[in-house]
């Protein structure tokens, strides 16, 4: 629910890698993605308001993959709106070690 949407908004609606490597690009497609992207992080920001995790009380794969398709949208300036506090703090909880580092 986020790091697809947010590969094929950067490949589709983005210069992406290039126009060398972007040949086939479908940047309404790649629009409709970017949105499918912002559900997803209101989506993960009302899951957060009621644990601390994805999936229940531990750090699991499910905040590893979110994690790094933030990572991903950042790359693609996709922001994370000021409103979605529960996921905005929870990426500043796992920028703090141990959990990623």
Request: glycine content about 8%; proline content about 4%.
């Amino acid at each position: 629910m986020m790091l697809n949407p947010v590969a094929t908004y950067f490949h589709h609606a983005t210069d992406g890698l290039g126009t060398e490597l972007e040949t086939n690009q479908n940047k309404e497609w790649g629009q409709k993605q970017k949105d499918k992207a912002m559900f997803g992080l209101t989506y993960f920001d009302t899951i957060l308001g009621e644990t601390d995790f994805l999936a229940g009380d531990t750090f699991s794969v499910a905040d590893i993959t979110l994690h790094a398709g933030l990572v991903f949208a950042g790359f693609a300036q996709i922001d994370i709106p000021e409103k979605l506090t529960n996921l905005k703090a929870w990426q500043a909880r796992l920028a703090t070690p141990p959990s990623i580092h």
